[in-house]
C-alpha cells in the first residue's frame, strides 16, 4: 500500500533517501527518512542478538536502522543510553532513542517515531512480536520502564 506521495515500504527498504519530505532542513529530513526506514521494516521477527534484516533484537534494530545513515552507535541498549547525548523526554524528537529498564539496568531501547508534542510512540524490535511500533504512553508496560532518552542527531 502506498500513501499518496510517500514511496511504499519495499522502496524504502531499497532507497533510504526516497522520502517525500517538505521540512526545509536537513536536520529534520534526516530524522523522518531515518524513521520512515525503520518503520519499513515493520514486521521482521525478533531474534535474540540479531542484527540483520532476517531478525533483530531491541539494540541489533536501532544500531542497524543507525548504520543505513552512517551512525556508528554501541551494540548494547544501555552501552546506546550511555554514549547517547541526553535529551529530556519532553523535546524527544523522531529519531532519538528512548530506553527502558528496571532499577538501574537499562534493557531496552526503541527509536522514536512520534512529533515532539505527540503522545510518545517508537519503533522497536519486541520479544513477542517483532518490529512493531508502540504508544509508550499508553503501554502499561512499556511507560512504567522508561528511563530516558538520548540522541546521536544534531
Known amino acids: 500500500k502506498s500513501i499518496k506521495g510517500k514511496p511504499d515500504s519495499h522502496e524504502a527498504i531499497n532507497n533510504p533517501d526516497l522520502v517525500a519530505n517538505n521540512s526545509g532542513t536537513d536536520q529534520n529530513s534526516n530524522r523522518e527518512k531515518m524513521v520512515v526506514y525503520a518503520k519499513s521494516l ?5 531474534v535474540w542478538a540479531g542484527s540483520t534484516e532476517s531478525g ?18 554501541p551494540r548494547t541498549a544501555s552501552g546506546q543510553m550511555e554514549d547517547s547525548k541526553k535529551v529530556k ?3 524527544a524528537q ?14 531496552h531501547v526503541g527509536m522514536v517515531v ?16 517483532g518490529v512493531i511500533v508502540t504508544n509508550v504512553e499508553k503501554s ?15
Do not use: R
Open 56 to 73: 533483530f533484537d531491541c539494540s541489533g534494530f536501532t544500531s542497524y536502522v543507525c548504520k543505513k545513515y552512517g551512525i556508528a552507535i
Open 114 to 129: 512520534s512529533n515532539k508534542g505527540e503522545e510518545l510512540s517508537m519503533v522497536h524490535a519486541s520479544t513477542s512480536k
Open 94 to 107: 523522531k529519531g532519538d532513542l528512548v530506553f527502558f529498564g528496571s532499577g538501574a539496568k537499562i534493557t
Open 42 to 46: 515493520i514486521g521482521i521477527k525478533y
Open 89 to 91: 523526554l519532553d523535546n
Open 140 to 154: 502499561t508496560y512499556w511507560k512504567p520502564k522508561l528511563k530516558g532518552a538520548g540522541t546521536y542527531l544534531e
